[in-house]
């Protein structure tokens, strides 16, 4: 069989739609939900350095703890931020200020999620660090990092350090199960223990390779995920565009879809290479230069941490709006 698109597809990722919301439902990491339960408990919580690599579970153990802390005020008591992103520190530090400003109403502190810590350089850690000092009394961190040894040690001496591991083969099978029966499709144990070998324990790889073979079949075996492998090919953004261009919604909707699940992208990924192919189409500039724009403000929002794909959704309809 083809890995063409056999199902209709929803606009829904299963990475976010699977994402554990309780400590209840958060697979593996014992110490680690142990640890996070008992703050949640005393209502206090030191700052915190989740360092693992990706998928690992760092994000998702954020959520739950804010969650946790802030009841149905979560929103308004947690703060994403990604420090990877080239605007840097400057704007992580205006965003904390303003977001550290107010006291929250509910909870003695709030909390802000750095996400990819490391990726700040020394000074610029510096600056994070003196940052947490001063809205200690009103934030609390949990900062997030591959590695933690590229944080420097003023930091990670005021953090309490929680080291994620990738998921073992028992944790990968007991999500597959939990999907698989969300979901309805049926799936046998080799194509179980192949999607372990071929992540190497990242669960959001294991769950956009599952939710990409389900799009196929509901009968999962282990050749329908080699195919899949098989066909992650370079993004074809180009065609992605062209389609929409030609007013083709929802082809131009399921190709994003299935690239951005074959090929493990980000929303972050799949903006830049938009971007750069916007220069390439068949419009007139003023018609690229109101793209450009669409396309930085999607970029802002994703940063701000909205969902990837519904965000892009939105980014590809004011290309089918810019067609003549
Ligand atoms: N402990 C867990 N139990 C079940 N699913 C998880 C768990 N941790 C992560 N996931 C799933 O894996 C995906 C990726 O995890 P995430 O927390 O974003 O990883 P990281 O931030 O370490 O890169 C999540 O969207 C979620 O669906
Ligand atoms: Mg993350």
Redesign the pocket.
């Known amino acids: 069989m083809k890995a063409k698109d056999k199902k209709n597809k929803e606009s829904v990722?299963?990475?976010?739609?699977?994402?554990?919301k309780h400590f209840s439902?958060?697979?593996?990491?014992p110490a680690i939900?142990k640890r996070a339960k008992a703050f949640v408990e005393a209502q206090n919580m030191p700052h915190l350095l989740?360092s693992?690599?990706?998928?690992?579970?760092?994000?998702?153990?954020?959520?739950v703890i804010a969650k946790k802390f802030f009841g149905s005020a979560w929103k308004e008591n947690f703060l994403e931020l990604n420090a990877s992103d080239e605007r840097g520190i400057d704007v992580v530090r205006q965003k904390v200020k303003s977001f550290a400003r107010t006291k929250s109403f509910t909870s003695p502190f709030k909390i802000i999620f750095l996400?990819e810590s490391d990726a700040l350089t020394k000074e610029a850690q510096q600056a994070l660090r003196r940052t947490m000092e001063m809205f200690t009394e009103t934030c609390r961190f949990i900062l997030?990092c591959n590695v933690s040894s590229k944080i420097i040690d003023p930091i990670q001496s005021r953090c309490s350090v929680f080291r994620?591991k990738l998921?073992d083969k028992k944790?990968i099978a007991?999500?597959i199960e939990?999907i698989a029966k969300g979901e309805k499709f049926k799936i046998n144990s080799k194509a179980t223990e192949i999607l372990h070998n071929i992540s190497k324990g990242?669960?959001?790889r294991?769950?956009n390779i599952l939710q990409a073979s389900a799009s196929i079949t509901n009968n999962i075996n282990e050749n329908i995920i080699y195919e899949i492998i098989a066909e992650a090919k370079p993004v074809d953004i180009k065609a992605i565009l062209e389609l929409a261009l030609k007013g083709s919604f929802i082809d131009a909707r399921n190709k994003l879809l299935d690239t951005m699940l074959k090929q493990g992208l980000g929303g972050l990924d799949i903006i830049k290479a938009i971007q750069k192919e916007v220069w390439n189409l068949s419009l007139d500039d003023k018609e690229k230069i109101k793209l450009i724009e669409k396309c930085g403000e999607t970029e802002f929002r994703l940063v701000e941490g909205s969902d990837d794909f519904i965000q892009l959704e939105a980014l590809l309809a004011s290309f089918i709006l810019a067609r003549k």
Request: net charge positive.
């Open positions: 990722i299963w990475t976010e739609k699977y994402r554990p439902e958060v697979i593996g990491h939900v989740f693992g690599p990706a998928g690992s579970g760092k994000t998702t153990l954020a959520l996400d997030s994620f998921f944790d007991k999500n939990r990242d669960m959001r294991v769950i």
